[in-house]
């Protein structure tokens, strides 16, 4: 139900875009702003500590024995 309301209300809008003429009749100007002054908040943040290091370490990884196919053998299905 809901995707169906969602694809009419898209069609009305897009049949309504469509019926449409627009026509520019004066350029735009962006207007001038001047900032003068103000102040940023201050903030007192108290955070945890936190401590970053590195060790070595040894980890055992395993192995895997690859066996090469004849060039006669087929791929199994």
Do not use: F, H
């Not at 469509?18 to 207007?31: I, L, N, R």
């Not at 102040?39 to 970053?52: H, L, S």
């Amino acid at each position: 139900m809901r995707k169906i309301l969602i694809t009419t209300l898209s069609s009305v809008a897009l049949l309504g875009l469509a019926a449409c003429d627009v026509d520019q009749t004066e350029e735009g100007e962006m207007p001038e702003v001047n900032v003068e002054g103000g102040n940023m908040p201050e903030y007192d943040v108290d955070t945890a500590d936190v401590e970053v290091g590195t060790e070595e370490r040894t980890v055992e990884v395993p192995t895997i024995d690859v066996e090469e196919a004849d060039a006669g053998d087929t791929p199994p299905e």
